[in-house]
T-cell receptor, first 114, second 111 residues
Framework: ETGVTQSPTHLIKTRGQQVTLRCSSQ?????VSWYQQALGQGPQFIFQ???????GRGNFPPRFSGLQFPNYSSELNVNALELDDSALYLC?????????????FGQGTRLTVV | DQQVKQNSPSLSVQEGRISILNCDYT??????FLWYKKYPAEGPTFLIS?????DKNEDGRFTVFLNKSAKHLSLHIVPSQPGDSAVYFC??????????FGTGTRLKVLA
């Protein structure tokens, strides 16, 4: 059984740039959620994709966008990076449908904006 | 507005003793709760969950208790082991897809 993998593991970007983070979901899972974890905080929900459609969104601006592909892998795109976007970005996959009661997380991508 | 609160940022416990991690929530619409454990440089790992129709769920050394009237849940680890040292996050499921996480409690089990 393949776990959730994220790439890259670390990334440094300059303010104003754009970034794309990638996630391969666990085998058999069709739902991917993205979370932002700032230092000293718990993960904050960004959005979720289920069968290639956005299924819900947290309190993040439109410059945070995503995609899910037919193989259920996913991308998180952030435009016009700000210093406050520096955080650990976590991807979680689950088998969706009526309810996602257990999500499996990847190791995260540490993004630093300078 | 922090809907899920973990008021103890850290906890130290002797090996073999009980670790009790606490979590409070404010939204009575939450009906499913989870605990995740996180080691440095790794993503959170699912530990145990509980539905609001129950007040206790056990899995080996880990037991979660839910007190709906107090909007409080706790995770008990007995006996605690040094490998349990990690950050523990409490999470609540909002609706069908969104987890609301607490800020975490760093547990240190002393050998």
């Amino acid at each position: 059984e393949t776990g959730v993998t994220q790439s890259p593991t670390h990334l440094i970007k300059t303010r104003g740039q754009q970034v794309t983070l990638r996630c391969s979901s666990q085998s058999g899972h069709n739902t991917v959620s993205w979370y932002q974890q700032a230092l000293g905080q718990g993960p904050q929900f960004i959005f979720q994709y289920y069968r290639e459609e956005e299924n819900g969104r947290g309190n993040f601006p439109p410059r945070f966008s995503g995609l899910q592909f037919p193989n259920y892998s996913s991308e998180l795109n952030v435009n016009a990076l700000e210093l406050d976007d520096s955080a650990l970005y976590l991807c979680a996959s689950s088998f969706g449908g009526a309810r996602n009661t257990e999500a499996f997380f990847g190791q995260g991508t540490r993004l630093t904006v300078v | 507005d922090q809907q899920v609160k973990q008021n103890s940022p850290s906890l130290s416990v002797q090996e073999g003793r009980i670790s009790i991690l606490n979590c409070d929530y404010t939204n009575s619409m939450f009906d499913y709760f989870l605990w995740y454990k996180k080691y440095p440089a790794e993503g959170p790992t699912f530990l145990i969950s509980i539905s609001s129709i129950k007040d206790k769920n056990e899995d080996g050394r880990f037991t979660v208790f839910l007190n709906k009237s107090a909007k409080h849940l706790s995770l008990h680890i007995v006996p605690s082991q040094p490998g349990d040292s990690a950050v523990y996050f409490c999470a609540a499921l909002l609706g069908t897809y969104k987890y609301i996480f607490g800020t975490g409690t760093r547990l240190k089990v002393l050998a």
